[in-house]
């Protein structure tokens, strides 16, 4: 199926949204309606509402950090009404948002049978492709939904045509995030490094963590990485340092759907009942 088709389907699916998906839309003071005090308090609740969801801990996240959340949030509202394209980044989210709706049951089954959080495996293809199964037009180029590199699918027993299968890239990715987890787990905000990594790697999101780190910010790793990106390299600069808020950003609007204004129910409730 090619990503045009994917596309397209995803604009019929937006045009035939049941009813069930909206019926507390009405009672919920949307985004775009909020005062900027109001967006910012929105955005800091929700942030940290969905690290209590993905941790089962408090995550304290710096005002400055909440800022780029918001920033990305911003950054997808401003792309609502776009015509569907073929081009990453550039079209409606409503239409990746409702392409993932169909893949949450999967996504939700196959994270949680790694022990991991379902919301982060419902909102790092958000991240990674917005739900389009991508081929590589490189030899060595990433592939697939989640965009694994074939060296790395190796490691996890998969050949680039693998990578492709959701089911068999999801698995990957979730035993990818639990062992990440498991490399960061003594640090509060374990998980968010693990997201972190999947963009950076380990070996170089521990050397960040080396570099920025003290005693006045270790509480927010994350935050402190953010803030300190002028000590770090071009790559964690120029792609990275967004990754995490982006992640954020993207499930925040997911699970608030009714908030933005989404003829669609959170993500998180799509999941399968058997």
Do not use: W
Not at 86 to 111: C, E, M, V, W
Not at 194 to 222: F, H, M
Not at 247 to 266: S, V
Request: with cysteine; glycine share 6%.
């Amino acid at each position: 199926m090619t990503k045009r088709t994917l596309l397209i389907m995803g604009a019929i699916i937006l045009a035939l949204t049941p009813a069930r998906s909206i019926s507390a839309q009405s009672a919920v003071k949307l985004y775009r309606q909020m005062s900027p005090t109001e967006q910012a308090v929105f955005v800091q609740e929700r942030s940290r509402e969905l690290a209590r969801q993905i941790s089962g801990g408090e995550y304290e996240f710096t005002t400055a950090f909440e800022m780029e959340i918001q920033k990305h949030i911003d950054s997808y509202l401003r792309r609502i009404g776009n015509n569907p394209s073929d081009r990453q980044g550039k079209s409606d989210p409503r239409l990746a948002y409702h392409r993932g709706s169909a893949l949450a049951p999967k996504l939700i089954a196959t994270f949680k049978a790694q022990s991991v959080s379902p919301l982060i495996g419902l909102y790092l293809p958000m991240v990674e492709s917005e739900y389009v199964n991508i081929p590589s037009a490189k030899p060595a180029g990433a592939v697939g939904m989640f965009q694994f590199l074939p060296a790395t699918g190796k490691i996890y027993g998969l050949t680039t045509d693998d990578l492709l299968s959701v089911d068999k890239s999801a698995d990957a990715a979730a035993r990818y995030i639990a062992g990440s987890i498991a490399a960061f787990s003594g640090d509060p905000m374990k998980e968010a490094l693990a997201i972190l990594s999947y963009n950076r790697g380990i070996p170089s999101t521990r050397s960040d963590l080396e570099r920025v780190l003290d005693d006045s910010n270790k509480q927010c790793s994350i935050c402190a990485l953010t803030a300190a990106k002028h000590q770090l390299d071009k790559t964690f600069n120029e792609e990275s340092v967004h990754y995490v808020p982006r992640f954020f950003a993207a499930a925040i609007i997911g699970e608030n759907p009714q908030a933005f204004d989404l003829q669609l129910a959170p993500l998180s409730s799509f999941e399968r009942q058997d």
